[in-house]
């Protein structure tokens, strides 16, 4: 189950804020630079003549070569050679983050936004302080999550702009109640639970699963045969849930903090879902009082909500009409089976 306000699968998180954004920076439209490639013949006729002109085409222009990506044992690699399976491993995901790229590029243009360094340096230094409180840490968990999600240079910065254009767009609409606090601050103070999950599609291979955990076999096993959620790879484990914490559905947090730590729990139906839940162990809350930790939560509370905002605009920009693939590789990763 991803966290609502986590992933795109939805995030609904029943907060609403509401602060006085940051002084507008500077706006100036940009215009897209337009290429005009080709050539011009000119030809000149004397005024008093009537002969016709033919101009003869010039030879026929052969396709450039595929280009040379790699080099194993003097042997070229083009990128055609790859091109199909490269389509198919992330093409579908390169061509949506394009589609909502230029999407945004337009919006910015109509209201007049300008992303400059400093917008991605703030945007760098954010994904770093969320990753870690110590910054070396954080560094070198930034370092490994660019490296296990591709984002190289081009990638990366692409993504600090976007992430710097929504967050520029929602500012207005942020709210922040009190509720969004104290659920902000009992996410970092509260007590937090380790818990598995395994999610199928009905009542019957629910009970299957569960009679397969009563005779025997690991939780785990059975969550990576059997569960539908994105935490099947990991044994159906997730992240630590908090009681306040509203990425997680409130029928969810009531389940993992009524349950006793081993114990598996009866098949519950949540989000279209029915889920097998087994709490593993809890993390206590730290001590820290509500009005000790008031500064953090907020801007903790204001990160959250902005990520929601965020993610609803970007699914609004996003084309009406689905991506058409029409290479059968790129189709491949655009329609992922479900």
Same mark, same amino acid.
């Given at each position: ?8 699968? %939805?995030?609904?998180?029943? +907060?609403?804020? =509401? ?12 215009? @897209? ?12 006729? *004397? ?17 450039? @070569? @595929? ?10 690699? /083009? ?58 840490? %954080? ?13 190289? @240079?081009?990638?990366?910065?692409? #993504? ?22 104290? *659920? ?5 103070? %509260?007590?937090? =639970? /380790? /818990? ?6 009905? !009542? ?11 005779? %025997? ?12 959620? &994105?935490?099947?790879?990991?044994? *159906?484990? !997730?992240?630590?849930?908090?009681? +306040? ?29 029915? !889920? ?8 206590? &809350? ?6 000790? *930790? ?8 204001? #990160?959250?909500?902005?990520? #929601? ?24 990763? !655009?329609?992922?089976?479900?």
């Amino acid at each position: 189950m991803s966290p609502e306000h986590g992933t795109l699968d %939805g995030m609904t998180v029943p +907060l609403t804020f =509401r602060t006085s954004p940051n002084p507008p920076a500077s706006r100036r439209g940009f215009r @897209p630079g337009i290429l005009i490639a080709g050539s011009l013949q000119f030809v000149l006729l *004397g005024c008093q003549t009537s002969s016709d002109v033919r101009v003869s085409p010039g030879p026929a222009m052969a396709p450039p @070569p @595929p280009r040379p990506i790699a080099m194993v044992d003097r042997e070229r690699i /083009t990128i055609a050679d790859v091109e199909p399976e490269l389509l198919e491993a992330i093409g579908g995901r390169i061509v949506q983050e394009h589609v909502l790229d230029v999407t945004l590029a337009r919006t910015a243009a109509r209201e007049g936004m300008v992303i400059d360094a400093a917008d991605l340096n703030r945007e760098r230094a954010m994904l770093v302080a969320n990753l870690a409180e110590d910054p070396d840490r %954080g560094e070198r968990l930034l370092e490994e999550l660019r490296r296990s999600q591709g984002l190289g @240079p081009i990638r990366f910065e692409a #993504l600090l702009r976007r992430t710097a254009l929504l967050r520029r767009l929602v500012a207005e609409d942020v709210e922040i109640t009190d509720t969004a606090r104290r *659920g902000a601050h009992d996410l970092r103070h %509260g007590p937090r =639970r /380790t /818990t598995r999950i395994i999610a199928v599609g009905d !009542l019957r291979t629910a009970a299957e699963a569960r009679a397969r955990i009563a005779a %025997g076999t690991p939780f785990a096993t059975v969550a990576v045969e059997s569960s539908l959620d &994105a935490s099947a790879a990991r044994g *159906g484990l !997730l992240a630590p849930v908090s009681r +306040l914490d509203p990425s997680w559905p409130a029928a969810f947090r009531k389940i993992v903090f009524q349950a006793l730590f081993g114990d598996l729990s009866d098949p519950v139906q949540i989000d279209g879902r029915v !889920l097998l839940v087994q709490v593993e162990s809890e993390q206590p &809350a730290t001590g820290v009082t509500f009005e000790a *930790g008031r500064e953090i939560a907020e801007a903790d509370a204001r #990160l959250a909500v902005e990520r #929601l905002l965020m993610d609803r605009l970007a699914r609004r920009l996003m084309p009406k009409g689905r991506v058409e693939a029409l290479d059968p590789s790129l189709r491949w990763s !655009l329609s992922p089976i479900e």
